[in-house]
DNA sequence: ATGATTTTGTGACATTTATCAAATGAAATC
DNA sequence: GATTTCATTTGATAAATGTCACAAAATCAT
């Protein structure tokens, strides 16, 4: 259990050395545990307190426009899948459901964030999170506005390949904004 | 002065009550400049060391594609500007030029960014700071698959008067994501 | 295994938007 | 204030993608 506790924590507190006591106060905020496929994680308009780490396994993300779901993004295993929404206490914009059996570090968000402004080691951490995710988030906007859908189902396949071997088309049209059909005629080239 | 920067360090400390002297500690990082318009504030493909929040005044950014401007954001009076691949030490991957003559309070990055690990009213000014920028992130790709050219339009009259003022129209349809004769049409309806 | 369900592919046509060209309007410069 | 530059609008055409309909293939559940 702590050698999966010690990836996520390794993998946000590179920049910095985090103290015994304070690596053993994030423990207490972390627990495992796993759902079976289809499960929802987190539901579109719904407060949520926990943020999830994956340990195996696969989530997508999604929203409904007009009763259809848009896809967002797929995460593996050890990427974070959470709300900012949730973070922030509010109501999420996305479900984040399971597309496969999948096992998480679940991190309570609640009470490690009512820790950030008397651990500074804690903060840092969770900070570390944040800008990850602000990162993703410009690199998906600026390639979606540099690269046309071709070239971005190329660069799809090129850096994320296991999203095209676990994942089925009609998802990943979604994400690249796109039709299932065009999509389809893309890939027949 | 000390009115102006308490503008700043207010915006981003709601959350906690900082000390006097990590409110001292910050201002030494903080200086007043200020720019005509046309000046490049921070260039694309460059390394920089400082963030800005607008006194007063108009700051565009945008990037290259095939050696087109496309615009990314209008930013004003008491918004942050800045690159967040500045603050992680790489080339900006936007050019921030100024739209209007803009004075500026200059944050040192690469100074106050040394104390996040020990200060823990720091880690946390800072982080605030990098999660308004994912939620600004966040809401950006949101609306901008929720919406089709014309919404987008129109949300951004409703939500952002100011940038319809004070922007030409060229820079907005590239900030839409659609040519200037298509804006053109979508605003004589 | 087999029937049901889901996923993927293809054709015909409609719609949106880009592109190119040119005219008009507004602003900056001398 | 005349001239140049930049911004906006309008028209004609082309390209990209969406939508609808349906068929084929793959996967799932019993």
Same mark, same amino acid.
């Given at each position: 259990?702590?050698?999966?506790?010690?990836?996520?924590?390794?993998?946000?507190?590179? &920049?910095?050395?985090?103290?015994?006591? *304070?690596? %053993? /106060? $994030? @423990?207490?905020?972390?627990?495992?545990?796993?759902?079976?496929?289809?499960?929802?994680?987190? =539901?579109?308009?719904? =407060?949520?307190?926990?943020?999830?780490?994956?340990?195996?396994? %696969?989530? =997508?993300?999604?929203?409904?426009?007009?009763?259809?779901?848009?896809? *967002?993004?797929?995460?593996?295993? &050890?990427?974070?899948?959470?709300?900012?929404?949730?973070? =922030?206490?509010?109501?999420?914009?996305? *479900?984040?459901?399971?597309? /496969? &059996?999948?096992?998480?570090?679940?991190?309570?968000?609640?009470?490690?964030?009512?820790?950030?402004?008397?651990?500074?080691?804690?903060?840092?951490?969770?900070?570390? $999170?944040?800008?990850?995710?602000?990162?993703?988030?410009?690199?998906? $906007?600026?390639?979606?506005?540099?690269?046309?859908?071709?070239?971005? @189902?190329? %660069?799809?396949?090129? &850096?994320?390949?296991?999203?095209?071997?676990?994942?089925?088309? *009609?998802?990943?049209?979604?994400?690249?904004?796109?039709?299932?059909?065009?999509?389809?005629?893309?890939?027949?080239?």
């Amino acid at each position: 259990m702590d050698i999966l506790f010690d990836k996520l924590i390794q993998k946000y507190s590179a &920049n910095q050395q985090l103290s015994k006591q *304070t690596i %053993a /106060e $994030i @423990y207490t905020h972390l627990s495992i545990l796993s759902f079976d496929k289809k499960h929802l994680l987190i =539901r579109e308009n719904q =407060r949520h307190d926990y943020a999830y780490f994956i340990i195996k396994g %696969a989530v =997508r993300s999604y929203y409904l426009k007009d009763g259809i779901e848009v896809s *967002t993004w797929f995460a593996f295993e &050890n990427d974070m899948v959470g709300s900012l929404h949730n973070f =922030r206490d509010l109501p999420s914009r996305e *479900t984040f459901e399971l597309t /496969e &059996n999948t096992s998480f570090i679940s991190i309570n968000l609640k009470s490690l964030k009512s820790l950030i402004y008397s651990n500074v080691g804690i903060s840092n951490f969770i900070s570390a $999170i944040i800008e990850e995710y602000a990162v993703f988030l410009e690199d998906k $906007i600026f390639y979606s506005q540099l690269m046309n859908s071709l070239e971005r @189902y190329e %660069a799809l396949l090129e &850096n994320e390949p296991q999203v095209l071997q676990r994942i089925p088309l *009609t998802y990943i049209a979604s994400y690249l904004g796109i039709s299932r059909e065009t999509l389809s005629r893309l890939r027949s080239k």
